[in-house]
């Protein structure tokens, strides 16, 4: 965010600092430092959190009816209220804004320029790459996870390997890249793998959201179902087509769009990698507001905002198919 609206040296943070060491001074070895610096505090936040949050088992609430307590009184209703329409408020205002600035701007210029849909189709296919991989990723390790605590019975591996897949929500997305952009600037011309790159990183960053969606719908169904399969002899394909797949469609839906609409409006990422040559929608916008284009800037903003939702909607969809379960 701050480096989206240009905070100057008394705003600067850790992400920006390590964006200006890398792209600006190119000072790899600060760049490193700075790197470092930010893992040790993300690390030391994610250490307090576990520490003292107690997890409830995902399916904690699963087919039972819940009521609260203080819900039962108007005081409680009314505080409800009142949360939600704050929260509404404070997403929907920024959204109504882009909305209006957008409209008003110069729509027509800015969508007869043909570098703004070129850098569109480099979006939608930065955030379905990194969506189907994130998924690929993530299933791959909720099947090595689930047979562990279902077949294997080591429960407490299963989880702390789910854990550790989950680590890049506490790592920054510009870390992960300064990682990849220091470890691959001597074997290949980085810039030249800008999309690929940013592809990688945002499929890291994104993978612990198919984790927390998918995960609970694959262990459950292995609990539910697995002595039934092994006693008919469903294995394999069979049981995929038969099982699995309809009992995880609608979580694999959700999980690829979240992840795909993601990747599709980042920015962090493609800022490290990305020129002239590769500009995604999200460095457009960042370029119109450093030059203070902000007409200019709302109308990609628009655009972005509207990408990014068609993919979530069209991915859901496609994925998911009629049935809701």
Do not use: K
């Amino acid at each position: 965010v701050v480096l989206a609206l240009g905070g100057g040296p008394r705003s600067t943070t850790l992400e920006v600092a390590i964006y200006q060491a890398l792209r600006l001074e190119f000072d790899l070895t600060r760049t490193v430092m700075l790197a470092l610096m930010q893992m040790a505090v993300c690390a030391g936040i994610a250490a307090l959190m576990f520490r003292f949050a107690r997890p409830s088992p995902s399916n904690a609430t699963e087919e039972r009816h819940t009521q609260r307590p203080d819900t039962v009184s108007m005081a409680g209703r009314t505080g409800d209220a009142i949360v939600l329409v704050l929260g509404a408020a404070f997403v929907a205002g920024p959204l109504a804004a882009i909305l209006i600035s957008g409209v008003t701007g110069p729509l027509g210029v800015v969508l007869a320029r043909g570098d703004v849909w070129a850098a569109l189709l480099r979006s939608v296919s930065v955030g379905l790459g990194a969506g189907f991989l994130a998924l690929l990723l993530g299933t791959a390790l909720l099947i090595t996870t689930r047979d562990m605590a279902i077949r294997g019975a080591r429960l407490g591996r299963a989880d702390r390997m789910e854990l550790a897949g989950s680590l890049t929500l506490v790592m920054s997305p510009i870390v992960l890249g300064a990682g990849l952009f220091v470890l691959l600037l001597p074997l290949v011309p980085v810039f030249d793998w800008a999309l690929p790159l940013a592809t990688l990183v945002n499929a890291m960053v994104t993978m612990p959201y198919v984790l927390r969606v998918l995960g609970p719908v694959l262990r459950r169904t292995a609990e539910h179902h697995d002595r039934l399969c092994a006693s008919l002899g469903m294995a394999g394909w069979s049981r995929l087509r038969h099982l699995e797949w309809p009992a995880a469609r609608q979580a694999v839906a959700t999980s690829l769009a979240l992840a795909a609409a993601l990747a599709t409006g980042d920015l962090t990422a493609i800022a490290l990698f990305g020129t002239e040559r590769e500009a995604t929608l999200a460095l457009l916008l960042y370029r119109a507001l450093g030059s203070y284009r902000m007409d200019e800037a709302a109308v990609l903003a628009l655009l972005l905002v509207m990408t990014c939702l068609a993919v979530f909607v069209v991915v859901e969809g496609v994925v998911g198919g009629r049935s809701r379960t």
